[in-house]
């Protein structure tokens, strides 16, 4: 895709009625990659995430806990606000919550222009409902009677009059957006997905809930007894972090943004936003970035309801975030599936961060230190980055990337091996000193294509450079 000057990226906002798991950290750390990626470039960015905290599943948590719903959120928005930092992303990240009265009185005008565009009517209706997912669901949603991302949870069978949003009306709109868009929705087999499901026809969805069975929520406007459906709030958070309506300005150098979500946001997200988006009157959104799911025991859906999630905190604690960042970009696929677990975590870490790349820029800059009168690698310029990162990186492909990386690394590793410069320099002192500076060279090549992924570790590795020394330990093995 073209590079523009201004990029807008985003994730979903997790729903904050447990502490956040390891996809949550997933989400956050790939956009963050991607905003850092584009800052290397010279790009402006602004980069979005932040907590969904309406909702039924919200609501429960906090009678559970003999909670006023605003103190639970506000409790367990902190958690998700301290990973932004925890994780090393950028600091001037935008974190938004949906109860936020800004983000509130957006959502209230964003209804009106449905409202204004015939798209939004009252209806009574039957469907089954799933909490877990806040979704209704179909027959054909369901595996042995109970939905397949919170197995073992009652589906509820509601009967209610609510407000729908003409979702049917979109159809042919969003046919033409996934013909004309091929790479809107990344990977291509969930393009395909989304495009098969559209093209089956769609159906009015609901967007309200009756304030008497469900009070946590935003007011819809001009109707006291109802409030918004909790995935019409939040989906508004990408146009209410922009100030629209009120900063055209702002809004007009922004949007489209980059969405990152799961795949049990796909609908959602490809499909449900932009049918409101075109709605509202604004161009849809500029890509779709799907993540597959973390499994975790047993090869399932790392959930809060299933209890096998794996927490960061904990990765964070023994390991650190920059580890943490190097298993989510290298080790875990960028739109499959992939299971985690420890024991993995570990190998991982010491084969290819304290045995890989913390031995090899210990061993090349202890070389260039004890042989080198100053580094080869000054300077203000940078290296150009070699049109494979590049390609994966515009293609969201961030394993590719980063394999990019320890390949380059591990070139260099041979090379040292093959050469031994640490030898030779006695016997061939000049031919020596220029195969280390070469690899000096090489790995400052290499450390700028890292920093979008392990930040501090590139930090740490730039400045040994500059000072032509063996830094400390990057990694230490566990």
């Known amino acids: 895709m073209s590079e523009p000057s201004r990029f807008y990226i985003t994730t979903t906002l997790p729903y904050v009625n447990a502490r956040p798991h390891l996809g949550h950290a997933l989400e956050m750390v790939r956009a963050d990659i991607i905003a850092r990626y584009h800052l290397l470039l010279g790009d402006e960015v602004f980069f979005n995430t932040g907590t969904d905290e309406h909702g039924q599943k919200i609501y429960e948590k906090a009678l ?44 209230q005008k964003f209804w009106r222009r449905c409202a204004e565009a015939g798209d939004i009517y009252k209806a ?24 397949p991302d919170h197995p073992g949870r009652a589906l509820e069978k509601r009967e209610e009059e609510n407000y729908f949003f ?13 013909s004309n868009r091929p790479d809107f ?26 304030k008497s069975k469900m009070s946590w929520g935003v007011p ?37 943004p980059v969405q990152y979500a799961g795949k049990d946001n796909l609908r959602q997200q490809s499909a449900m936003w932009q049918a409101m988006l075109l709605s509202a009157g604004l161009e849809p959104s500029r890509q779709i970035v799907i993540n597959g799911f973390v499994l975790g025991e047993g090869g399932q859906k790392m959930s809060k309801t299933l209890g096998n999630v794996v927490d960061p905190y904990d990765l964070i604690e023994q390991y650190g975030s920059e580890a943490l960042r190097y298993y989510i970009a290298r080790e875990l696929h960028p739109f499959e599936d992939s299971g985690v677990s420890e024991e993995k975590f570990r190998e991982t870490y010491n084969a290819n961060l304290a045995n890989g790349i913390g031995n090899l820029v210990s061993r090349i800059m202890k070389m260039s230190q004890d042989h080198l009168e100053q580094t080869p690698a000054g300077g203000d310029s940078e290296p150009e980055l070699p049109d494979e990162y590049h390609q994966a990186m515009n293609k969201f492909n961030i394993q590719q990337a980063a394999d990019l990386v320890w390949e380059k690394m591990s070139e ?31 790995l400052k090549a290499v450390t700028v294509m890292l920093r979008p992924i392990m930040p501090s570790t590139a930090d740490s590795i730039e400045q040994a450079i500059k000072d032509n020394r063996k830094p400390q330990p990057l990694f230490a093995r566990k």
């Not at 499901?197 to 309200?208: K, N, P, Y």
């Open 64 to 107: 559970e806990e003999g909670l006023d719903p605003q103190d639970y959120v506000d409790k367990r928005a902190e958690s998700f606000k301290d990973l932004v930092s925890d994780l090393g992303m950028l600091p001037d990240v935008n974190f938004v919550r949906t109860t936020n009265s800004e983000h509130q009185a957006v959502a």
């Open 124 to 147: 009574k209706y039957k469907v089954l409902y799933c909490v877990g997912c806040e979704l209704e669901k179909s027959r054909s949603d369901l595996v042995n009677g109970e939905c």
């Open 166 to 178: 003409r979702f049917s009306r979109y159809q042919q709109a969003l046919q033409e957006l996934y």
């Open 185 to 210: 929705v990344i990977p291509d087999f969930r393009h395909k997905e989304i495009a098969s499901f559209v093209s089956r026809g769609l159906e009015d969805f609901s967007i309200s809930r009756l």
């Open 220 to 256: 819809v406007p001009d109707d006291p007894e109802h409030v918004m459906y909790v995935w019409f709030d939040a989906l508004v958070n990408y146009v209410s972090v922009l100030n629209w309506p009120e900063d055209r300005e702002m809004f007009d150098n922004w949007w489209p």
């Open 412 to 442: 260099m590793d041979n090379r040292i091996q093959a050469e031994q410069p640490f030898k030779t320099v006695k016997t061939e002192p000049q031919r020596a000193r220029r195969v280390i500076a070469e690899l000096v060279q090489n």
